[in-house]
């Protein structure tokens, strides 16, 4: 097998992965559909509704589903006969997690967006028909797409995350996934109060990562910041480096993976 990165290798590999589990992927797909067309069920049970509010029930169906999915795809290598047939599997490390990828992080997200998208209607559309229901204004559909762009990034960082955990650790993946991410944010909470904070004055105050602002009394204040651009690329970086950051994680854990 040549080293190099195949598309037609990757085909093949993408067509025996649904071979290999397509019975669990379409179970996946039942479960995905049942389970939001009962929490639209329950959302139309209320007296008073908001359109927007039904973006909640995709948001937790993509962290929560998309999480315990992308925890999922590298399973076989839990134990040591899968895992051994795994990793003898004529491809290269980077087929394996771009197949990956796609099945967690691409299909996934598409089965999720389009039951999201057949059933809200649907949902609405009986909804109306009760005269006795009563609609609030859609205002926080405004707010709702402020924060689509931040929700889409956290939540494509998270699955990468999840995906990195199923190759890292051999069993539990999703539950010691969840306890490490708990334990990093509490850690970069304690580093920044315990050992960040107590570096600047009283009167120095952190406005976010890129600004600090002082009050020195006598109406005095300061503000003080990077350059502009470095401030957009800093804000670039920790916005869009994570989910490559935790793919290349996975590909070099992959890589060297043994059983």
């Not at 057949?118 to 009760?130: A, D, E, W, Y």
């Not at 931040?150 to 010691?176: D, N, P």
């Amino acid at each position: 097998m040549q080293a190099s990165f195949s598309f037609t290798r990757l085909g093949l590999l993408i067509r025996k992965q649904w071979a290999d589990h397509s019975k669990l992927y379409l179970l996946a797909v039942v479960a995905i559909f049942g389970l939001m067309a009962i929490a639209f069920y329950l959302w139309s049970l209320s007296e008073n509704h908001d359109p927007a509010s039904t973006y909640v029930i995709l948001i937790v169906a993509m962290f929560l589903g998309g999480s315990i999915f992308a925890s999922m795809m590298f399973a076989d290598l839990s134990q040591r006969t899968t895992g051994i047939y795994f990793l003898s599997v004529p491809a290269t490390h980077a087929e394996k997690l771009v197949c990956s990828i796609l099945y967690s992080q691409v299909l996934f997200n598409l089965v999720i967006l389009i039951s999201f998208f057949i059933l809200q209607p649907i949902t609405l559309s009986l909804v109306k028909l009760n005269p006795h229901m009563h609609f609030h204004s859609d205002m926080a559909r405004s707010e709702f797409s402020m924060l689509a762009k931040h929700i889409t990034l956290g939540y494509l960082s998270l699955q990468a995350f999840f995906l990195l955990g199923s190759v890292y650790f051999q069993r539990f993946a999703f539950i010691k996934t969840v306890v490490g991410g708990l334990l990093i944010g509490v850690v970069f909470v304690l580093f920044i109060a315990y050992l960040i904070k107590p570096i600047f004055p009283s009167h120095v105050e952190m406005h976010g990562i890129f600004e600090l602002r002082t009050d020195e009394g006598q109406d005095s204040s300061f503000s003080y910041s990077l350059p502009a651009w470095q401030t957009y690329l800093m804000r670039y970086a920790v916005q869009y480096i994570w989910v490559p950051v935790f793919w290349a994680a996975t590909y070099f854990r992959l890589k060297e993976k043994e059983l």
